[in-house]
């Protein structure tokens, strides 16, 4: 059973639309992120949240420590959002992270 | 900015060998982590240090091994490669304790023959 879990795997979209994807954890957290993988392998964080919401330019993400689910929002989306995006949770020793399997974003133009 | 480098970006070695994946990290980081990236399975935690000279298994550490004698730089050795290692192998690094953020490294991707 995997800690954590995105939905949807596979994602693809026109230009323009706006986009959600989602993650559910299981395991108590001290902060879940965001990240962005485009093709070639390299990581980069988006997020890092530990309540409430937070925006950067056309992203938002949003957590409900409560119900154990967080959201990425994507508005306006771009070819250039095309990559793969990971929910990852920290446990509340800190040093331990749990990674979901990732959602494969294609942006149609 | 944090800068994460790994040693190669591609590898290809053959069953048997043994294999090196270096990593540096230059923000004085405490925390240094291995993970390994496969297809439907995502990242999965190999080894991780907590500093220099210190080592913690993860979630799969069999058939490999780390080194950490500098705290800029955290190895990763396969004694003795298998084809079941052909992976994305990512490398992070974080400030030590609970509140920050990992910075990845590009990845190796290795390919066992």
């Known amino acids: 059973k995997n800690e954590v879990e995105q939905s949807p795997q596979n994602l693809t979209a026109q230009e323009g639309e706006f986009i959600t994807i989602n993650c559910s954890y299981s395991v108590g957290i001290s902060a879940l992120h965001w990240l962005q993988q485009h093709p070639g392998g390299g990581i980069v964080s988006l997020f890092m949240?530990?309540?409430g919401k937070k925006k950067h330019g056309r992203l938002i993400a949003t957590i409900n420590i409560q119900e154990k689910h967080s959201s990425l929002h994507i508005t306006a989306s771009h070819p250039r959002d095309s990559a793969v995006y990971i929910c990852a949770v920290r446990s509340y020793t800190g040093n331990q992270f749990y990674f979901g399997t990732g959602t494969s974003l294609t942006v149609i133009p | 900015d944090v800068k994460v480098t790994q040693s190669s970006r591609y590898l290809v070695k053959r069953t048997g060998e043994k294999v090196f994946l270096e990593c540096v990290q230059d923000m004085d980081h405490e925390n240094m982590f291995w993970y390994r990236q496969d297809p439907g399975l995502g990242l999965r935690l190999i080894y991780f240090s907590y500093d220099v000279k210190m080592k913690e298994k993860g979630d799969i550490p069999e058939g490999y091994s780390v080194s950490r004698e500098k705290k800029e730089r955290f190895s990763l050795i396969l004694e003795s490669a298998s084809t079941n290692q052909t992976s994305m192998y990512l490398c992070a690094s974080k400030i030590g304790g609970g509140g920050n953020e990992q910075f990845f490294g590009p990845g190796t991707r290795l390919t066992v023959l």
């Open positions: 949240l530990s309540s």
